[in-house]
């Protein structure tokens, strides 16, 4: 017998508690249907934490963090705390929880579903078939780089910084991560840097090369992150597994997200060195549509999916997932983001319902 699974579920803000209750619906059918044995327990984070305790990520909830199996995020954020200095925003939350869980390795698929590929805004035959993992370093660069802030010039100017580093280790560790990945695709890896202009990933770039030399069967390549921008919206299926710090690993996922038709459809894993895991979906809480029953959860439930696989050895019903959602969207499915003509509108809810009947 396997011990039972804890999942620590974290709704967050906006549209966060919405998409979070589809997956947990989810993880719910599985445990009746599949004898999944997991247990799910409950907290806040973000916006909601700071409304309840003052502060984006309680002490106690990231103890709860650590101590659980795998963790489920919603999105966190929103106008209301827009106000807050920045080292006391519900962003904050989110990266203490990132950092405290020392989740470095942030894998972001974008995936087209062949249903989705007149919804992406770019022309079908540069999206079909499209299957990009995008490996984001998660824990270091300008995102917790020190020293940050605002300062005052002698001169009486003020001046805003941050520090954008990386310990060769933290290189090392996600560029492992990046290969082992590629070895169980089509084996080709491209780096994504600045080297022509900063220091920081001009020695990122020379890590990767040393790496390399113990993965000959991987092919590496190399690209200016405003290179491989252009060449995602040019010709994106020339990629196959991507690895890139932080800042440029934030930008390109949002970027990739839109061939796939919808930021709404794409999940993430943020695996520690063990595999234990922080699941997301990745985009953000979107509180223009917040509270309506309209936003796409199929991000958040494929993060499910992504849950399974990485941090309960469960691939089988991470596939049962992923097909529940191929078979929703041939029924003619959609919610708004992801709507074309002769498809059918449904809301949060019925998306979510549409999955669990599929499942
Ligand atoms: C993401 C988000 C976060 C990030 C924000 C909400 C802090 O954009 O997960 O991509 O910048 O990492
Ligand atoms: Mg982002």
Same mark, same amino acid.
């Given at each position: 017998?396997?011990?039972?699974?804890?999942?620590?579920?974290?709704?967050?803000?906006?549209?966060?508690?919405?998409?979070?209750?589809?997956?947990?619906?989810?993880?719910?059918?599985?445990?009746?249907?599949?004898?999944?044995?997991?247990?799910?327990?409950?907290?806040?984070?973000?916006?909601?934490?700071?409304?309840?305790?003052?502060?984006?990520?309680?002490?106690?909830?990231?103890?709860?963090?650590?101590?659980?199996?795998?963790?489920?995020?919603?999105?966190?954020?929103?106008?209301?705390?827009?106000?807050?200095?920045?080292?006391?925003?519900?962003?904050?939350?989110?990266?203490?929880?990132?950092?405290?869980?020392?989740?470095?390795?942030?894998?972001?698929?974008?995936?087209?579903?062949?249903?989705?590929?007149?919804? !992406?805004?770019?022309?079908?035959?540069?999206?079909?078939?499209?299957?990009?993992?995008?490996?984001? =370093?998660?824990?270091?660069?300008?995102?917790?780089?020190?020293?940050?802030?605002?300062?005052?010039?002698?001169?009486?100017?003020?001046?805003?910084?941050?520090?954008?580093?990386?310990?060769?280790? =933290?290189?090392?560790?996600?560029?492992?991560?990046?290969?082992?990945?590629?070895?169980?695709?089509?084996?080709?890896?491209?780096?994504?840097?600045?080297?022509?202009?900063? =220091?920081?990933?001009?020695?990122?770039?020379?890590?990767?090369?040393?790496?390399?030399?113990?993965?000959?069967?991987?092919?590496?390549?190399?690209?200016?992150?405003?290179?491989?921008?252009?060449?995602?919206?040019?010709?994106?299926?020339?990629?196959?597994?991507?690895?890139?710090?932080?800042?440029?690993?934030?930008?390109?996922?949002?970027?990739? !997200?839109?061939?796939?038709?919808?930021?709404?459809?794409?999940?993430?894993?943020?695996?520690?060195?063990?595999?234990?895991?922080?699941?997301?979906?990745?985009?953000?809480?979107?509180?223009?549509?917040?509270?309506?029953?309209?936003?796409?959860?199929?991000?958040?439930?494929?993060?499910?999916?992504?849950?399974?696989?990485?941090?309960?050895?469960?691939?089988?019903?991470?596939?049962?997932?992923?097909?529940?959602?191929?078979?929703?969207?041939?029924?003619?499915?959609?919610?708004?983001?992801?709507?074309?003509?002769?498809?059918?509108?449904?809301?949060?809810?019925?998306m979510g319902d549409a999955v669990i009947a599929a499942l």
């Amino acid at each position: 017998m396997t011990m039972s699974k804890t999942v620590l579920v974290l709704p967050g803000d906006g549209i966060g508690p919405e998409i979070v209750a589809e997956a947990v619906k989810v993880l719910e059918a599985l445990r009746a249907m599949a004898g999944l044995d997991v247990r799910l327990e409950f907290a806040q984070v973000g916006g909601a934490a700071i409304d309840a305790t003052g502060s984006p990520l309680p002490e106690e909830v990231l103890a709860r963090a650590q101590a659980a199996d795998a963790v489920l995020l919603g999105a966190v954020g929103g106008p209301k705390w827009d106000s807050l200095e920045t080292s006391r925003r519900p962003e904050r939350g989110l990266l203490g929880l990132r950092k405290g869980l020392e989740a470095f390795a942030n894998l972001r698929p974008a995936l087209l579903y062949p249903q989705l590929a007149d919804a !992406s805004t770019l022309k079908p035959e540069v999206v079909s078939g499209l299957d990009v993992l995008i490996v984001r =370093e998660l824990t270091g660069d300008v995102y917790f780089g020190e020293p940050r802030g605002v300062r005052t010039l002698p001169s009486g100017e003020r001046q805003g910084y941050n520090t954008m580093v990386y310990r060769e280790s =933290e290189i090392e560790r996600i560029a492992r991560v990046a290969f082992e990945l590629a070895r169980g695709r089509k084996r080709r890896l491209c780096s994504v840097d600045k080297a022509n202009v900063l =220091e920081t990933t001009a020695f990122w770039r020379e890590v990767v090369t040393r790496v390399g030399r113990d993965y000959p069967d991987v092919e590496l390549s190399h690209m200016y992150v405003d290179n491989a921008a252009m060449q995602l919206v040019r010709a994106p299926k020339q990629f196959d597994v991507i690895v890139t710090g932080n800042l440029f690993g934030d930008i390109l996922s949002d970027q990739a !997200s839109m061939l796939t038709g919808s930021i709404g459809m794409l999940p993430s894993a943020s695996l520690d060195a063990r595999g234990k895991g922080l699941y997301e979906p990745i985009h953000g809480s979107a509180p223009d549509i917040a509270g309506k029953g309209v936003a796409n959860p199929l991000a958040t439930i494929l993060s499910v999916a992504m849950m399974l696989r990485h941090s309960f050895a469960r691939a089988d019903l991470a596939e049962r997932i992923e097909k529940a959602v191929g078979r929703v969207l041939d029924q003619g499915l959609r919610t708004a983001d992801i709507a074309s003509s002769g498809t059918r509108r449904v809301g949060t809810v019925e998306m979510g319902d549409a999955v669990i009947a599929a499942l």
